[in-house]
């Protein structure tokens, strides 16, 4: 199993500029999440998702969007990127709190670094 | 008001010593879980151990254990026989509710900078 996967690795745009993060994961979790992180800051939460075709806001959602048109992909979109959107994007799943038993704990991919200049 | 507080932005401590890793949380529900990750300069995230609210003994999983005092509201880590591997970012986070939609989500603290000397 390749657990969760994000893709690119990295990335480097231009203040205006869109681009799609990819998510994916193998593991047939319902849940999926993305994240961002920044130095000192731990990570918050932009946008998830309980299932297919369903999604919801974090704590920090603008200047993003996401869809999950298939259970096993995630992606997170920018429509016009600005500097303060630079950061490190972590992706994330889980199964159902109704399906398993705790913890529920969320696996995370790798990462991906994203500068905007 | 910080869901999750973690007060110790870095640590260095002695290889093999034990070190505690502090975090605090606030929340107003009955029923919620707390969780430890572990965040290598690797940059992936790792899972290390959960506590139940309504647990009655605290977690343990191999040199990790979580000294849960809920009156106090505080779910410290402690790492026993420190190595260097363990030098690391940590993580404490929380999920608060039942079951129901909306309570899937995780809070994080700001993390914790641990660094192990030899």
């Known amino acids: 199993n390749a657990g969760v996967t994000q893709t690119p690795k990295f990335r480097v745009l231009k203040t205006g500029q869109s681009m799609t993060l990819l998510c994916a994961q193998d593991?047939?979790?319902?849940?999926m999440y993305w994240y961002r992180q920044d130095p000192g800051m731990g990570l918050r939460l932009i946008h998830y998702?309980?299932?297919?075709?369903?999604?919801a806001k974090g704590e920090v959602p603008d200047g993003y969007n996401v869809s999950r048109l298939k259970k096993q992909n995630f992606l997170l979109g920018l429509e016009s990127a600005a500097p303060s959107q630079t950061s490190v994007y972590f992706c994330?799943?889980?199964?159902?709190?109704?399906?398993?038993?705790?913890?529920?704990?969320?696996?995370f991919g790798p990462g991906t670094r994203l500068t905007v200049l | 008001a910080q869901k999750i507080t973690q007060t110790q932005p870095g640590m260095f401590v002695q290889e093999k010593e034990a070190v505690t890793l502090d975090c605090t949380y606030d929340?107003?529900?009955?029923?919620?879980?707390l969780f430890w990750y572990k965040q290598p300069s690797s940059g992936e995230m790792i899972f290390l151990i959960y506590?139940?609210?309504?647990?009655?003994q605290n977690a343990t999983e191999g040199r990790y254990s979580l000294n849960f005092q809920k009156a106090r509201k505080s779910a410290n880590l402690v790492i026993s026989a420190s190595q260097l591997g363990d030098s690391a970012m940590y993580f404490c986070?929380?999920?608060?509710?039942?079951?129901?939609?909306?309570?899937?989500?995780?809070?994080f603290g700001t993390g914790t900078r641990l660094t192990i000397i030899p």
């Open positions: 994330a799943s889980s199964y159902s709190l109704l399906r398993e038993a705790p913890p529920h704990e969320q696996f």
């Open positions: 593991m047939n979790h319902e849940y």
């Open positions: 998702s309980v299932g297919e075709g369903t999604t």
């Open positions: 929340t107003s529900d009955q029923s919620y879980g």
């Open positions: 506590q139940g609210s309504y647990d009655e």
């Open positions: 986070a929380m999920r608060e509710g039942r079951t129901n939609f909306g309570n899937e989500k995780l809070t």
